[in-house]
């Protein structure tokens, strides 16, 4: 179904209520069974108009569902994109409330950091490679709007593709003699390790994850730009926190990264 602008406006603002209360609500495509990938891109579109329209400002873009493990684990087939603000972004070390969240998960991630803006189309790793200023080990809060954490293509792009918040490390390492997809990527709790991947989980290369949002971003009027922070997605399946919880995700070659909960 190709929606019109109004029923975008409307369950954006829908989606938006969801995410400011914390409050979880029936999945989009309940209510609109014809909602496609494109309806629900322009309904993420006018969703991040209205966080700009609140004064909330871009800070960059993610992947999401670029790794096997965590298409698996959410039973969707496809990669997509989710934009990122400045308020969603926490300091590394500090505290994140659980109350402000509905049922928040953690993945970790290598997040690129963009030193020039990307092409938004045809965009390569090469374009990628020569762009980015560094990458840093990341810790994505993901948290569905969605009641228990459930949810089709569609539904979760119109949520901005579960974004709530996101940690990087403080000290970027630049690409030159990394092997991009030879990087171990492990998630632990309160210093125990869950979980661990390969770099190459995520579409055998990260920097081809930042590509594939460059070109979704482009075609969805926007542009990955000098500054902004990229996550390419989890590498392993996400973990749910609770309060007490210590996460740390470490990206072998580029250290770690460490939030808490409450
Ligand atoms: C969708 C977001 C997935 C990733 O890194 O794969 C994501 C979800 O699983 O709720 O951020
Ligand atoms: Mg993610």
Known sequence: ????????TELAAHLLGAQTTATAVTKLTDAHPDLDVDGA???QNALRALYLDGGHHLAGWKAGLTSRAKMEQMGVDRPTVGFLTDRMAVSAGSTIDVADLVHPRVEPEVAFVLAADLPTSGCTVDDVLASTAHVVPAIEVIDSRYENFRFDLPSVIADNSSSA????GTEGTPLDGLDRAALTVTLSRNGEE???????AVMEDPAAAVALVADIVGSLGGRLEAGMTVLSGGVTAALAVSP?????????GLGSVEVRFA
């Open 165 to 168: 918040r996101f940690v990087v």
């Open 244 to 252: 007490g919880d210590l996460i740390t995700a470490t990206v072998s």
């Open 41 to 43: 891109y322009l309904v």
């Open 194 to 200: 869950v979980d661990s991947g390969l770099s190459s």
């Open 1 to 8: 179904m190709s929606i019109d602008a109004d029923l975008a």
